[in-house]
């Protein structure tokens, strides 16, 4: 069974750009959300989805969004880049948000970004 | 909100014996998860062990068990016969469960960096 999948692994993008990341969840997960990694702040939530529905929102400013298709694949996008989103985007898939689950997390290798 | 701490920035061990990862967590709900997280220098983080709040008896994977003091809110790691390979990031995690309200994901302590050593 394939993993979670992250593309792209690396980007350098300048401050004022915005980028994509996206992300393809385990088969049959239907749900994906999404983690910044930074060596200050560590491991922050940034959103969940379901369903194509954002369930969750973690305390970003609105130029992080995201989106879920109806495949459950996942896109999350950052407007107006800061020198200070420079971080390791993590997504994670798992089953749903239905009781009797374990509530484990599938994580990808993550999208290394950084703003110059 | 729910946090989680890891008291323990890194640690070292020798190859073989046994080490014990601390984690606390504050929380007002009475069931939720707790994991712990591995990341290995690759980046991909692996769950090594689960422990469901309601259950009394502590999770046991192979050579990772956790002690689990509901009470004392405390849910530290220990793993046995420590390999080259445990070698990485330990992360402790908190999450609620699903039940109508929602929950905001996997809350997770700052982790343990755990060297271990030939």
């Known amino acids: 069974k394939a993993g979670v999948t992250q593309t792209p692994r690396y980007l350098i993008k300048t401050r004022g750009q915005q980028v994509t990341l996206s992300c393809s969840p385990i088969?049959?997960?239907?749900?994906v959300s999404w983690y910044q990694q930074t060596p200050g702040q560590g491991l922050q939530f940034l959103f969940e989805?379901?369903?194509?529905?954002?369930?969750n929102k973690g305390n970003f400013p609105g130029r992080f969004s995201g989106r879920q298709f109806s495949n459950s694949r996942s896109e999350m996008n950052v407007s107006t880049l800061e020198l200070g989103d420079s971080a390791l985007y993590l997504c994670a898939s798992s089953l749903g948000p239905d009781r009797g689950t374990t509530g484990e997390l599938f994580f990808g290798e993550g999208s290394r970004l950084t703003v110059l | 909100a729910q946090t989680v701490t890891q008291s323990q920035p890194e640690m070292s061990v020798q190859e073989a014996e046994t080490v014990t990862l601390s984690c606390t967590y504050d929380?007002?709900?009475?069931?939720?998860?707790l994991f712990w997280y591995k990341q290995p220098p690759s980046r991909q983080m692996i769950l090594v062990i689960r422990q469901e709040a309601y259950k009394q008896q502590n999770a046991t994977e192979n050579r990772f068990s956790v002690n689990f003091q509901k009470a004392a809110k405390s849910f530290s790691l220990k793993i046995s016969d420590s390999q080259l390979g445990d070698a990485a990031m330990y992360f402790c995690a908190y999450r609620s469960p699903y039940s109508g309200g929602g929950a905001d994901g996997l809350t997770f302590g700052k982790g343990t960096h755990l060297i271990i050593q030939p």
């Open positions: 088969s049959g997960h239907r749900s």
């Open positions: 929380t007002s709900e009475s069931d939720y998860y």
């Open positions: 989805y379901f369903s194509e529905t954002q369930r």
